[in-house]
């Protein structure tokens, strides 16, 4: 668990592996409910690199001084990225 914000990661290491690389966030929204969108790569085993950057939005609660995670939502490819951004650029026009 995180006690901030600045401690909230999604990076993953097993072993001395880092499986889930953690390149970028952004803080959308801070308070008892915190949302970050994350940009991300998989470790690919096969390839022995890191695969395509990914993307996830998650949404923290924070409740005994500390977040946790509540939800999220992962955006799997940049192509799917391109079309939320086109939706939603259409919607707020």
């Known amino acids: 668990m995180a006690a901030t914000i ?7 290491v097993d072993g001395d592996l880092v499986t889930i690389k953690e390149y970028e966030k952004v ?4 308070g008892a409910w915190t949302t970050i969108v994350f940009r991300y790569a998989d470790w690919d085993k096969k390839k022995e690199a890191y695969g395509p950057d990914k993307y996830s939005i998650r ?14 939502f992962n955006i799997s490819s ?10 939603l650029t259409q919607w707020i026009k």
């Open 6 to 12: 600045d401690e909230i990661t999604i990076e993953y």
């Open 27 to 30: 803080v959308l929204s801070k």
């Open 59 to 72: 949404r923290y609660q924070k409740k005994n001084n500390e977040y946790r995670q509540k939800s999220k």
């Open 78 to 87: 940049k192509d799917q990225a391109q079309k939320i951004i086109d939706v």
